[in-house]
């Protein structure tokens, strides 16, 4: 079992819909939850960040952790053909100095 | 600022030869990491380094592959001898602190193809 899970995708869905992406992680001891946006061939970059259990929201992305279930979330409103990318869960280790990735979900908005 | 700056983009090559990767982290940062991301295994972590000091060559799947970061602004990756297995894309990432305190910042990678 992989430490950190997350659906392949692809998730296709039209402009302006909700989008859900999830991840599952197995190490009860992660610490900080990300979540990283890739476009095609590019490096992932930041697009999320948090540390406690319950929302963290920045303009149309909400970010979600619920660590009794170990289970972290993201939340895209209002969809736009510029979100369609690789979205990617990231953990770190309880020492801070390393990223544990999900496999990433392609997401694909269509206008 | 400049970004993470990798070399070179595309790299196709015959089974056996020598492969160099090159990086250039943003000036200031004190983590560089080195990763490979395939289809099959997702992003990996390879190896990274504090203050050009490498501190967890885990992720380093065997002998083929050594990585260095003579100084502050450059590193390499290096797989001798290289196998097809090897082909995936290789990214850089800096970043001033630790991940937990400070986001790490990718290059645009560095696509290899072993035939």
């Known amino acids: 079992q992989k430490e950190v899970e997350q659906d392949p995708g692809p998730l296709s869905v039209p402009e302006g819909a909700i989008v859900s992406l999830n991840c599952t992680y197995s190490?009860?001891?992660?610490?900080?939850f990300m979540w990283y946006r890739q476009y095609s061939r590019k490096g992932p970059e930041l697009l999320m960040y948090?540390?406690?259990?319950g929302n963290k929201e920045d303009g149309r992305f909400t970010a979600q952790v619920d660590k009794s279930s170990k289970y972290i979330s993201l939340f895209i409103r209002d969809s736009q053909p510029s979100d369609s990318a690789t979205y990617l869960c990231?953990?770190?280790?309880?020492?801070?100095?390393?990223?544990?990735f999900g496999g990433g979900t392609r997401l694909m908005v269509k206008p | 600022d400049a970004g993470v700056i990798q070399s070179p983009r595309h790299e196709v090559t015959e089974m056996g030869q020598e492969v160099t990767l090159r990086c250039k982290p943003i000036?200031?940062?004190?983590?560089l990491f080195w990763y490979r991301q395939t289809m099959m295994r997702g992003l990996e972590l390879l190896i990274y380094?504090?203050?050009?000091?490498?501190?967890?060559d885990s992720g380093m799947p065997e002998d083929r592959f050594s990585a260095k970061m003579p100084n502050a602004s450059f590193s390499t990756l290096k797989i001798q001898p290289s196998e097809p297995r090897d082909s995936a894309v290789y990214f850089c990432?800096?970043?001033?602190?630790?991940?937990?305190?400070?986001?790490?910042?990718f290059g645009d990678g560095t696509r290899l193809s072993i035939l």
């Open positions: 990432a800096s970043s001033r602190d630790r991940p937990s305190n400070q986001p790490q910042h």
């Open positions: 190490n009860s001891a992660f610490q900080y």
């Open positions: 948090t540390y406690s259990s």
């Open positions: 990231a953990i770190t280790n309880n020492a801070g100095n390393m990223l544990t």
């Open positions: 000036s200031g940062h004190d983590y």
């Open positions: 380094f504090n203050n050009n000091v490498p501190i967890d």
